[in-house]
């Protein structure tokens, strides 16, 4: 039995050039405390710069639900008011029952902005503390220029952590309606 240079043993790729019952010392495993913490500290300091922009877009998002709310109640007023000849001052008349009950973070409710029932406004108020903007949707009868009567409507913009804004109307010479107090989107 010859002990010398057998070769049938096979070496592992990084114990190479050794012999192959002395594989030398053992290679240090794990990371050290050290590395833990410079790790944690970069995981941190990416999650301080991340976090505001997350929450900016969550906010974005939840005021777009709201302006689509709005503009969906406005042309359901235009619709009810050709089918009419009057505005609605139930949100359960024209289906929106369910958004104060389904939508967490704002609501929404319907007033009437004169005795004649010539204008209403559909207003969304932040329910939370969020830092959310509050808007109010208008629909009135407005006269064009040939002097026939036609429905306008328009979104006013309330600023951030504000309830919605409370536009007011203003008569013109002509017939005409004007809204004041209205933050423009």
């Avoid at 007033?111 to 808007?135: F, M, W």
Wanted: some cysteine; aromatic content about 10%.
């Amino acid at each position: 039995m010859v002990l010398g240079n057998y070769s049938g043993f096979k070496t592992l790729p990084w114990a190479r050039g050794r012999h192959p019952t002395f594989l030398g010392p053992r290679a240090p495993q794990g990371f050290t405390l050290i590395e833990l913490m410079v790790v944690i500290l970069v995981i941190g300091v990416l999650a301080t710069m991340v976090w505001p922009t997350i929450f900016h877009q969550i906010a974005k998002a939840r005021q777009a639900r709201a302006l689509t709310a709005i503009g969906t109640i406005n042309r359901a007023q235009h619709d009810f008011f050709y089918e009419r000849g009057r505005f609605s001052n139930d949100m359960a008349e024209l289906g929106f029952a369910y958004l104060s009950r389904d939508d967490k973070h704002y609501s929404y409710g319907l007033e009437a902005a004169d005795s004649q029932n010539k204008k209403i406004k559909v207003k969304a108020r932040p329910a939370t503390q969020d830092a959310l903007r509050g808007y109010t949707g208008v629909v009135y009868v407005n006269q064009d220029s040939q002097g026939n009567r036609v429905l306008s409507s328009l979104v006013c913009q309330g600023d951030v952590s504000q309830d919605a804004p409370d536009p007011q109307f203003k008569e013109t010479g002509n017939g005409a309606v004007e809204v004041l107090g209205c933050g423009s989107l």
